[in-house]
């Protein structure tokens, strides 16, 4: 009987580990290491990778990792203890000393300072460059090139890469294509699907989406891809410990109901912000005037934009920081997914140590914010954004 997502994601990852008694909620393994009978077992063990010692696997993660697999539509996942964590596994298992990536402008900061302050000089080379357009990607194709890299909606600006097209061009040049999901999330688009070699996320976002965990996950087909990036994670050591990954497995049972409801909030309160006299821009793919609306409705779930949306007012310091201060309902806060409305400033978190002048050419400045859509009521939220503006 094949089964659609929504049971399968709430009976999944609960395999019987051990015994006669089997939970409805795993348990939490909170143990470093495994007691064996003897040698053989070990070696048994070892053979079917089965628990021996946490650093190597555990009980927690590879539920969890097995949940991700399914929702990533891959064959294996790896847990880790951030998504950077998981950022920085997943470019040392593609790349090595002489090769060179070609990576999206517009990515996630920390990801950006990696690739050009660390990997470079461990011999590494990173260009940037803005993946919206492809022959741009094209013409940085060197024979050292090894890896394009992107997310596919942009942060804050949400603008949309047509990922069709980005592995295609991999595919024609045999390079590694590495997609971040973190802002669209399995639930809106599948890039193993479309030929990607290996899917980010962070799991401290929409996925576990309740505040309480950082955690990260890389899912693949391929098993030689696996292999190495398993080896590094155990030698590089950034797991998730037992009780995150049970809370973040608890999150995830539910995030198709909330990021369902977080992207239609987002629709209402885009189209709400741009009728507002005092808004000067609204960012979200929903709106027919977002460059890529037509290639967002093409290549994400029917109805679903991304629960991202960012508006522009003054290009100033103070107004933004009274309008921070004017909200009642929605909290201001570095991070973005979870149940709740957050907003947070680009200029002051993710863009803060970037200079002006090149955040200004990618289009940020200080009048930017960036809402991070919950699972409140929609009115509520409009409501709160509009008298939080009218008392500017
Ligand atoms: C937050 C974030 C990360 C980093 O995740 P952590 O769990 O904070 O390490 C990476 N990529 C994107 C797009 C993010 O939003």
Redo the contacts with the bound molecule.
Sequence with gaps: MSKSLETELVNIGNKKIEGDIYPEASAIYQTSSFVLKDLDELYQKYDDEDFTYSRLSNPNRSQLGDVMSFLEKGNRSLIFS????A?TTALFTVLKSGDHAICNSKL?G??TILLKEILNEYGIESDFIDFDNTEEVRNKIKPNTKLLYT?IIS?PLTSVVDIIQIVKLAKEHNLRVIV?N??TTPFLISPLEYGVDIV?N????SLNGHFDV???SLTMKNEDLFKRAEKLLVLFGAILDPNSAWLTLRGIRTANLRIEKQNQNAIKIAQALSEHPKVTKVFHPSLLSHPQHDLAKRILAEGNFGAIVSFEIDDSYEVMNSLIKNFKLIKYAN??GGYKTTVSHPCSSSHYGVEDAERRKVGIHNGILRISCGIENAKDLIDDLTQAIDCL
């Excluded at 951030?82 to 964590?85: D, V």
């Excluded at 962070?202 to 976002?205: R, V």
């Design positions: 951030s998504g950077m964590g950022i996630y920390e990801t997310e942060n971040d973190t802002f980010i962070s799991l401290t976002k950082t955690a990260g991070t973005l």
